[in-house]
């Protein structure tokens, strides 16, 4: 896995990652101060102060969960590459890995640390690796969070 591109923002980065068949994910690590874990329902969601926090209040990590994707959500750009496939549970967790490598912290030391199942791909569809990504990573770290963001699919 390695770089192809990385976009810096204040409060985390994403990174275009290349995998070893040379097909393309993206994976991002975020952060925000823990206050903002009650904001859903606030009328507002502006940082109360100029702090953006750091890696031991609230970090999460966005992993993809295939590269590419064939559902073509209309508000996803994932959906017009021309190839896609499931990733590997080694291949998820190694993208939740090389944040943690890169970002040199220690996900234990957050007060919470969240695993984002967000980025491309549709998650119900490589549901086998999916649970068993979850599963080692919640043993390597036992505090995580894990969150599955699907459009749902026809069953």
Known sequence: MKIRKKK???????YCLELEDGMLIETTDTFL???????????????DNESLGDRTERWMIGVS?????????KFCATGN????????A??????VEFAIGKA?????????????YTRMGEPFLNIESVK????????????????????GIRG
């Open 104 to 116: 040199n912290c220690n996900p234990v030391e957050s007060k919470e640390f969240k695993i984002n």
């Open 33 to 47: 101060p823990y206050y903002t874990k009650d904001a859903i329902g606030r009328k507002q969601n502006f940082l």
């Open 132 to 151: 068993e990504a979850i599963r080692r990573i919640s043993v390597k770290y036992p505090n995580t969070h894990h969150y599955v963001s699907t459009i």
């Open 90 to 95: 080694d291949e998820i967790v190694e993208q």
């Open 65 to 73: 969960t295939m590269s590419g994707c064939p559902v073509r959500c």
């Open 81 to 88: 590459m021309k190839r896609y496939r499931n990733l590997t």
């Open 8 to 14: 810096e923002f204040k409060n985390g980065i994403v």
